[in-house]
């Protein structure tokens, strides 16, 4: 199974400032998910991190708002761009090789934005 | 939008009682998988039912899919107090695909 770490576990930042989040996976995985997770809600995907090519976002999510890199098979970082207190939530990356179908995910980012 | 319904929102036990939550989705799947998340921590994975499968089991847990009422249960036998958290279903299309999740059930199990 893959370990997933996340930095950092959690941050409380201003608004109109931006955050980024680290997500790094002990082994090669062929696909990353960023998903977010509002105050007492579920979790909603928010993009899928390619690498070396531009993330695919989901509905209701803009590349302008979170930026998302893939550099390699193990590494991703999500930001979050000028910040507003709608922003607070739990960010979390995943991942999951194509043969495994199994989705491990990290230990998540809580952010509040004040 | 969310794939998934959870039922029930919310699930108070006593310890030693099995607790069962219900999970429906409205598209085809490949897989269903079901975490448990301990107050807004990261989740944690608990079992992958696949399209052709119907029930599996992990130790005190046991899970069912019925793909014509699209829906899937977690059982959880003789309870305790450490299951206490949120669990979620979420299910894919593909295998390593990506997962859309239902809304969770709550579980609180009181020693």
């Known amino acids: 199974s893959a370990v997933i770490s996340q930095k950092p576990s959690r941050d409380i930042c201003q608004r109109g400032t931006s955050l980024t989040i680290q997500c790094q996976v002990d082994?090669?995985?062929?696909?990353m998910f960023w998903y977010r997770q509002q105050p007492g809600q579920s979790l909603t995907l928010i993009a899928t991190a390619n690498q070396g090519s531009e993330a695919t976002y989901e509905s209701g999510f803009v590349i302008d708002k979170f930026p998302i890199s893939r550099p390699n098979l193990t590494f991703s970082t999500l930001t979050v761009s000028n910040m507003s207190p709608e922003d607070s939530s739990i960010y979390l990356c995943s991942g999951n090789s194509r043969s495994q179908e199994t989705q491990y995910f990290g230990p998540g980012t809580r952010l509040l934005v004040l | 939008s969310q794939q998934g319904e959870e039922d029930p929102q919310a699930l108070s036990i006593q310890e030693g009682e099995n607790a069962t939550m219900n999970c429906s989705y409205k598209?085809?799947?490949?897989?269903l998988q079901w975490y448990r998340q301990n107050s807004g921590r990261g989740l944690v994975h608990l079992i992958l039912?696949?399209?052709?499968?119907r029930e599996k089991h992990s130790g005190r847990l046991r899970v069912t899919l019925d793909t014509s009422k699209k829906s899937s249960s977690l059982l959880i036998t003789a309870s305790r107090a450490a299951d206490t958290a949120s669990y979620f279903c979420a299910t894919s299309q593909a295998a390593g695909n990506k997962l859309t999740f239902g809304g969770g059930t709550r579980v609180l199990v009181k020693p």
């Open positions: 598209t085809s799947i490949n897989n």
């Open positions: 039912i696949r399209s052709n499968e």
């Open positions: 082994s090669q995985v062929t696909m």
